[in-house]
């Protein structure tokens, strides 16, 4: 048995060795995979018309992050305070630079906890504002047979690419090894 354990460790110490840059990079493909288009598609609906529509929010930007409060509004993104706005308008611009900062491995651990902020408010809306509690299918449920809930599963599932990500940072080929390399020759 004990050479089994240490054929078993000699074969296994090269992957502890890869494993610190070779793991973030392949947690910040899947992200770009699966999730960066996913993201940019949601926050393209929130832009607004026009040069300012970055600054000026679409009415289904409100529709998505504040449904409830949108609704009791009747639908008039005016008679909504200062305080929608903002947050709105930040949830969009999230939307758009935090995946792209990952993808490009910058600031990668600070866009990847600001991400994980993100889906945690995301998952929360789906299932308070928009009602995604009360559907079984939706919420799913861990330890069970199905994987392909919406929320629990799925969320779970880009929560740990996140997490990667943030105790691990950007890995092989990100912006942040070139950029601590440029400072250490500095």
């Given at each position: 048995?004990?050479?089994?354990?240490?054929?078993?460790?000699r074969?296994?110490?090269?992957?502890?060795?890869?494993?610190?840059?070779?793991?973030?990079?392949?947690?910040?493909?899947?992200?770009?995979?699966?999730?960066?288009?996913?993201?940019?598609?949601?926050?393209?609906?929130k832009?607004?018309?026009?040069?300012?529509?970055?600054?000026?929010?679409?009415?289904g930007?409100y529709?998505?992050?504040?449904?409830?409060?949108?609704?009791?509004?009747?639908?008039?993104?005016?008679?909504?305070?200062a305080?929608h706005?903002?947050?709105?308008v930040?949830?969009?611009?999230?939307?758009?630079?935090?995946?792209?900062?990952?993808?490009?491995?910058?600031?990668?651990?600070?866009?990847?906890?600001?991400?994980?902020?993100?889906v945690?408010v995301?998952?929360?809306?789906?299932?308070?504002?928009?009602?995604?509690?009360?559907?079984a299918?939706?919420?799913?449920a861990w330890?069970?047979?199905?994987?392909?809930?919406?929320?629990?599963?799925?969320?779970?599932?880009?929560?740990?690419?996140?997490?990667?990500?943030?105790?691990?940072?950007?890995?092989?080929?990100?912006a942040?090894r070139?950029?601590?390399?440029?400072?250490?020759?500095a």
């Amino acid at each position: 048995m004990t050479l089994l354990l240490t054929l078993y460790d000699r074969a296994t110490q090269r992957l502890a060795l890869y494993g610190d840059g070779a793991l973030p990079l392949l947690a910040r493909f899947t992200f770009a995979a699966t999730l960066l288009v996913y993201f940019w598609a949601s926050a393209r609906t929130k832009i607004g018309d026009g040069v300012l529509g970055l600054l000026r929010p679409s009415t289904g930007a409100y529709a998505q992050i504040f449904p409830r409060q949108f609704e009791a509004a009747g639908y008039d993104a005016s008679q909504l305070g200062a305080l929608h706005w903002l947050v709105t308008v930040a949830g969009t611009w999230a939307e758009i630079l935090l995946p792209l900062l990952i993808a490009a491995g910058l600031f990668t651990r600070l866009a990847a906890l600001g991400m994980a902020g993100f889906v945690a408010v995301q998952s929360l809306t789906d299932l308070y504002g928009h009602g995604g509690i009360a559907h079984a299918e939706t919420l799913g449920a861990w330890f069970d047979r199905m994987p392909d809930a919406l929320i629990l599963d799925q969320r779970l599932l880009w929560l740990l690419c996140l997490a990667v990500l943030v105790m691990k940072g950007g890995g092989w080929l990100s912006a942040d090894r070139l950029l601590l390399r440029r400072r250490a020759t500095a």
